[in-house]
């Protein structure tokens, strides 16, 4: 059965004007008391709290009967996210991703946005506010950057590849120089998934698999051509987000980077 999809555009001006309204009149100018720091030592700002709130208050006008899981809901109020295995469509939002780039004054920060049914995603967007970098999607669809179609899953290469990586995963892949070139720690989860869309990167590969950050991204990779999945090759499920979980341009790059990043005793 089609599900069908909200008005892109119209979540495409939202996620715009709260940029252009909420965060950049705070970047580079927040005030003492607007950053304050969450349990394991994340930053939240103003910002993120104000724009997921504003996000909150209208998307669901665009679906009758959807509902949202927002970043800073869940820290407030864990059973938020029991919301993504309920039958409503659901809207996972990252007001902000990277904060602390955006609360260092650092440019690399974005609003990631998911449109889920069912525990599927349906449709994506990330969008950057200081290059005004846009990447959307929709299933069946495929995903346009910057207004230009992506296709990827046609990587030839067969090494010498870049990426990020998180903790052990980073270490292993720097064990790897024949395979891996180079690997950068993660800093802002959309901004790497733009740059896998654009061909910046080959691949991402994360510990840490909170829907917010991980939901439009991964989908957009799959849906221009790249794969996504597990270490272990399981689906990666939103609403039990665990795992090691890598995303790569093409099949045959997933499976040569996992190959690396796959302990032996694993096998």
Same mark, same amino acid.
């Given at each position: 059965?089609?599900?069908?999809?909200?008005? !892109?555009?119209?979540?495409?001006?939202?996620? @715009?004007?709260?940029?252009?309204?909420?965060?950049?009149?705070?970047?580079?100018?927040?005030?003492?008391?607007?950053?304050?720091? *969450?349990?394991?030592? #994340?930053?939240?700002?103003?910002?993120?709290?104000?724009? @997921?709130?504003?996000?909150?208050?209208?998307?669901?006008?665009? =679906?009758?009967?959807?509902?949202?899981?927002?970043?800073?809901?869940?820290?407030?109020?864990?059973?938020?996210?029991?919301?993504?295995?309920?039958?409503?469509?659901?809207?996972?939002?990252?007001?902000?991703?990277? /904060? $602390?780039?955006?609360?260092? +004054?650092?440019?690399?920060?974005?609003?990631?946005? &998911?449109?889920? =049914?069912?525990? #599927?995603?349906?449709?994506?967007?990330?969008?950057?506010?200081?290059? %005004?970098?846009?990447?959307?999607?929709?299933?069946?669809?495929?995903?346009?950057?910057? +207004?230009?179609?992506?296709?990827?899953?046609?990587?030839?290469?067969?090494?010498?590849?870049?990426?990020?990586?998180?903790?052990?995963?980073?270490?292993?892949?720097?064990?790897?120089?024949?395979?891996?070139?180079?690997?950068?720690?993660?800093?802002?989860?959309?901004? %790497?998934?733009?740059?896998?869309?654009?061909? %910046?990167?080959?691949?991402? &590969?994360?510990?840490?698999?909170?829907?917010?950050?991980? &939901?439009?991204?991964?989908? !957009?990779?799959?849906?221009?051509? +790249?794969?996504?999945?597990?270490?272990?090759?399981?689906?990666?499920?939103?609403?039990?987000? *665990?795992?090691?979980?890598? /995303?790569?341009?093409?099949? %045959?790059? $997933?499976?040569?980077?996992?190959? =690396?990043?796959?302990?032996?005793?694993? @096998?």
């Amino acid at each position: 059965m089609s599900i069908p999809l909200p008005d !892109m555009d119209r979540v495409v001006e939202l996620i @715009e004007t709260a940029a252009a309204e909420i965060i950049l009149p705070r970047f580079r100018a927040l005030k003492d008391g607007e950053i304050d720091e *969450k349990d394991g030592g #994340e930053l939240v700002t103003v910002a993120d709290i104000e724009t @997921e709130a504003w996000l909150t208050q209208r998307l669901p006008e665009l =679906v009758p009967g959807s509902t949202v899981v927002g970043e800073e809901a869940v820290f407030a109020d864990k059973s938020v996210f029991d919301r993504l295995a309920a039958d409503d469509p659901v809207w996972v939002i990252d007001p902000v991703d990277g /904060t $602390w780039n955006f609360a260092n +004054g650092r440019e690399t920060f974005a609003v990631i946005v &998911a449109y889920v =049914v069912r525990g #599927e995603v349906h449709a994506g967007w990330i969008y950057e506010p200081v290059s %005004e970098a846009l990447a959307v999607g929709a299933r069946g669809d495929g995903v346009r950057l910057s +207004g230009q179609k992506v296709a990827l899953g046609d990587s030839s290469a067969e090494s010498d590849f870049v990426g990020t990586a998180a903790r052990y995963l980073r270490e292993r892949a720097e064990a790897a120089p024949g395979t891996v070139r180079e690997v950068f720690r993660p800093r802002c989860a959309g901004h %790497e998934y733009v740059q896998i869309l654009s061909g %910046e990167r080959a691949f991402s &590969a994360y510990t840490k698999l909170l829907p917010w950050d991980h &939901a439009a991204g991964s989908f !957009m990779v799959r849906e221009a051509g +790249g794969h996504n999945a597990l270490l272990d090759g399981a689906q990666y499920d939103l609403s039990q987000p *665990k795992g090691d979980m890598l /995303t790569a341009c093409s099949h %045959e790059v $997933w499976r040569k980077i996992c190959a =690396v990043m796959t302990p032996q005793d694993d @096998e």
